[in-house]
Every structure is written in C-alpha cells, then in structure tokens.
C-alpha cells in the first residue's frame, strides 16, 4: 500500500489549504484512514479520523476549523482546513490501517502558516 499527500504549502493566517491522500496499491481493505500532523520539537499527534464505518473523529485543537472527508472509494481522504492558525503549523502526514491492522504512513506534507 502506498499513500500519496498533496496539498500543503504556505497559507496566511485566517486563509484555507486543502490536503489530500489517495492510496493505491492491491489485496487490501481499508479499515481506517487519519491524518496527524508534527510540528517542530513536537511529538505527532492525532488531527483526524475516519473509519470504515463512517465515523470521523476531529482533535478538539482543530475542531470547528477543519473537516476530514473521503471519496466514495474510501481509498482518498481529505482534509479541508479552513481559518488557519500559526500554531496549526506542521508537517501532516497521512496513515491508513487495513482490515488486517497493517498500518501505512504517506511521506508528510508541509504545512506553513504565516503572515
């Protein structure tokens, strides 16, 4: 399984970026798919969640700022941030896990949010 994240880049405060993650690959099934981010001397942490069975689950730091949906496919998943904050700075990675609870992480993208 590979994942593919596009979409970071430099966003003023306030502003709005899109990231994706689309996994390719054979024989799997995904049982769930997430985004975390790491900030800089940070340790990785949690943004958000989305199973199989359509829950979604959004960290409280971001909540109300930032929606995480996928594709009718279940294998691209999206992550709409919207009123960007400095601290929300990071680089975002994507992880799936499949039915067999093999995890997979994508290669991060940097997020920067600056004036």
């Known amino acids: 399984v590979q994942l593919q994240a596009s979409g970071g880049g430099l966003a003023q405060p306030g502003g709005s970026l899109r990231l994706s993650c689309a996994a390719s690959g054979t024989n799997f099934e995904v049982e769930s798919m997430s985004w975390h981010r790491q900030a800089p001397g940070k340790q990785r942490e949690l943004v958000a969640r989305?199973?199989?069975?359509?829950?979604?689950n959004i960290a409280d730091s971001v909540k109300g700022r930032f929606t995480a949906s996928k594709d009718n496919a279940k294998t691209t998943v999206y992550l709409q941030m919207n009123n960007l904050k400095p601290e929300d700075t990071a680089v975002y990675y994507c992880r799936l896990f499949t039915k067999t609870f093999r995890g997979y992480w994508g290669q991060g993208t940097q997020v920067t949010v600056s004036s």
């Open positions: 989305l199973s199989s069975s359509g829950i979604t």
